[in-house]
T-cell receptor, first 115, second 114 residues
């Protein structure tokens, strides 16, 4: 396994629910990411955190709210989602220094279904 | 803006035959190129990367990739395919201006038949 865990692995929620996705990395990395993977589409980068600070928000709707309390944990809080938000949500981490040469390590993902 | 293209949705190959999964890229600076594999119900696993140096990069599970600057390509190859190689393969690129922004292709499904 890659050292990045995600819970839950599957989630079904109604459009009015509030839920959270959790990611934990055991690799000592200093950067964490949320991606959305939908069928027939490229992976979409949603958020980037460096040293717990959010450095990128890729025009993600406000119904997705990330939280990074420390460099090992990352959350994605969900509320009032739409059916089109159903997808596989992937967390990743990497060790970022001064150059973009470091690969990202991915968790297994949370399969989200919005009903 | 940087981008990658994977022109084949699916590649079919018989076990024991060589395989190639194609990727072309477009970046404004020097490219940093990656290949990932995704097995069913799993996250993406890193296979290999090209940063600089030798154009032939060797990676995990016997895979290799050839960087070709003139053709802006980074094709993934393996001399002898295994049924267990059947999975979804993603090419990705970062450039020097796109700090931490890893752009993925749409993926190519590899199906290796016994």
């Amino acid at each position: 396994e890659t050292g990045v865990t995600q819970t839950p692995r599957h989630l079904v929620m109604g459009m009015t629910n509030k839920k959270s996705l959790k990611c934990e990395q055991h690799l000592g990395h200093n950067a964490m990411y949320w991606y959305k993977q939908s069928a027939k589409k490229p992976l979409e980068l949603m958020f980037v955190y460096n040293f717990k600070e959010q450095t990128e928000n890729n025009s993600v709707p406000s119904r997705f709210s990330p939280e990074c309390p420390n460099s090992s944990h990352l959350f994605l809080h969900l509320h009032t989602l739409q059916p089109e938000d159903s997808a596989l949500y992937l967390c990743a981490s990497s060790q970022e220094f001064e150059g973009p040469t470091y690969e990202q390590y991915f968790g297994p993902g949370t399969r989200l279904t919005v009903t | 803006a940087q981008s990658v293209a994977q022109p084949e949705d699916q590649v079919n190959v018989a076990e024991g035959n060589p395989l190639t999964v194609k990727c072309t890229y477009s970046v404004s600076g020097n490219p940093y190129l990656f290949w990932y594999v995704q097995y069913p119900n799993r996250g993406l696993q890193f296979l290999l990367k090209y940063i600089t140096g030798d154009n032939l990069v060797k990676g995990s599970y016997g895979f290799e990739a050839e960087f070709n600057k003139s053709q802006t390509s980074f094709h993934l190859k393996k001399p002898s395919a295994l049924v267990s190689d059947s999975a979804l393969y993603f090419c990705a690129v970062r450039d020097q201006t796109g700090f931490q922004k890893l752009v993925f292709g749409t993926g190519t499904r590899l199906l290796v038949s016994p």
